[in-house]
């Protein structure tokens, strides 16, 4: 399987007055949205799933992949790292699955993953983090494949 995490491109800033899931993409979290899914494109297998929080920012840089997508209640704010890793079917789940999300959730994740536990790990606005889960020796392992920001595409 492979799991790919991609948290939303940069956001307005809260200003209390507009609900936290409302915010949008300011111009530059759009050309990072746009960054990114250019690399994505020349990398995601044809077999892939893309799941989205259903906050607007994650929408946003969903649309930029243009590819279809499933909007999964889940993933939305406030998600914990083993709500994402049950949606994904990490690790039975065949071919690839893209996660949409937040932050501090998809850091989270990334330190499950390589750490064993949970820990407050920084992904950047924008930023992919590809992990792969194989069999060697009849042991599974998980490895991480790719670390992607928009500032060094």
């Known amino acids: 399987m492979e799991l790919i995490l991609w948290r939303h491109a940069e956001a ?3 200003d209390g007055a507009m609900p936290d899931k409302k915010r949008r993409l300011t111009a530059r979290g759009e050309r990072q949205a746009k960054q990114i899914a250019r690399w994505l ?3 995601l297998p ?4 893309v799941m989205v929080s259903p906050a607007e920012r994650t929408q946003q840089t969903a649309h930029a992949l243009d590819l279809p997508y499933e909007i999964e209640a889940g993933l939305g704010l406030g998600a914990s790292a083993n709500d994402v890793l049950k949606i994904a ?3 039975d789940q065949a071919g690839a699955v893209l996660i949409i999300g937040h ?7 990334a330190s499950l993953l390589l750490g064993g536990e949970e820990a407050d790990w920084t992904i950047k606005k924008g930023g992919v983090w590809w992990f792969s889960n194989r069999l060697r020796n009849g042991e599974a392992a998980t490895v991480l494949r790719a670390v992607v920001n928009p500032d060094f595409l």
């Open 89 to 91: 079917g990490w690790p």
């Open 12 to 14: 307005e800033e809260s």
């Open 103 to 109: 932050q501090p959730t998809l850091g989270r994740v």
């Open 41 to 43: 494109h020349q990398h």
């Open 46 to 49: 044809h077999k892939r799933k």
